[in-house]
């Protein structure tokens, strides 16, 4: 008897254990649900894009304008968003974010449901109303969780990313449902209910980060000064601060030139022409994939849905891509990354018409292909980031980066649009394949060149 309450003590002590490792997480379990959101508002659009043509009567040029004009108010809060991470803590940023991209799906479904005949204008309206909601998230994301995590920046900004980019796997299977299926018969227009739902998790999203987070720093750091050991410093307004390098200057009130001068350094500078080639590429594929895919490659609706999907559903690479960075280091995981990326979108140029023996295959191998590079660069990029930008600037710093490359990626649906419109899909697409083989080279430059840096 005394065994067997023993073997149960044991087994509950573990057990115990087990929970007690896995709440260690917690923080960057509310941070990627967040993330997730964010990417499931925005990958909703796209597919949106030919039920806004039918209800609007507008063009490729005009949709691919909304959502232009949505990526560039995203990309305008990048600097803001990190440089006051910097000054006031990340958790009254990220909570901010999150609640006004909840206020703008809930304003998309609000004005219908009262009746409202909401025409183009309002809907992109609050397309920028989200825009400023997602685009507060991701720069202060990689800054918190960079510091809760700093023996394992590569895994947990890979495992982040994977959470995010599954909301663009949900996205168009969601929409499909609101529009065309089981939830189609629903009052209204039937994508607003999808906007509704999105902002009511979004509120329940806040609500517990808010609640969570700042708690759980604290306590981390509590035990961190009673145990000796190093954890992330306290930080201005949430309890979590600096995991200073070695070798990497601090200050206590950066100015803005500071943020501007430190890119004069070449290599910097070049990595991140990198990062704006990408984000060109990757965002004119995003929001073009779903037409190009049903007017040039000839497939069904349904199946260029699935296929929207499978680009983010092959985000799972990032998981190994992040964890290789940090074994391997970053250089030589990005140039195989962006080559992969180049091979997809190129292969996606020259490939047959669907209808054709075998195309529609072909076309999916080019998909899953060109995600699997596009993705498992992802997490990379902010692990490079963060190790060569100064600890005590790195959100303003990584801002000033992510309002480059988001402004790369935001005036790429409008020209892709227009292109589109004017020459046909195949040229603009392969724009896209040389942005991509340029961010490919310069990466490459860089990993030869990195003995002599």
Known sequence: ?????????????????????????????????????????????????????ATYGVSNAEVGAAFTGFMLVYAAMQFPSGALADRLGSVRVVVAGASLAA??????????????????????????????????????AIRLLARVYPARTGRALGAFDTVGTFGGVVAPIAVVAFTT???????????RWLFFSAGLVGVALAVAFLRRVPGRLEADHAGAERSGTETADTDPGDAVGDERSVGKKTGSNPGFRRYVTLFSDPRLAAFVAVTLSFSFAYNGLVAFLPLYLTREAGLAAATAGGLYSLLFLVSFVQLFSGEASDRAGQLPVIVAALTLATVGVAALVVLPIAGTPGGAIAVAVAVAVGGLGMHGFRPVRGSYLMFVLPDDIAGGALGVVRTGLMGAGAVAPVIIGVISDGLGFRPAFGLLAAAMAAAATIAAALWLTRERA
């Open 103 to 140: 206020v703008g799906a809930l304003a998309v479904a609000i004005g219908s449901f009262a009746g409202a005949a909401a025409g183009f204008g309002v809907l992109v309206a609050t397309m920028l109303v989200m825009g400023g909601g997602t685009g507060a998230h991701k720069t202060v």
């Open 181 to 191: 299926g089981l939830l189609s018969g629903l009052p209204g227009d039937p994508w």
């Open 1 to 53: 008897m005394g065994r067997n309450s023993g073997g149960g003590r044991g087994v509950s002590r573990r057990l115990r254990d087990r929970l007690g490792r896995l709440a260690r997480f917690d923080v960057l379990a509310l941070t990627a649900a967040i993330w997730f959101l964010a990417k499931f508002l925005r990958y909703a659009f796209p597919p949106l894009f030919e039920p806004f043509q």
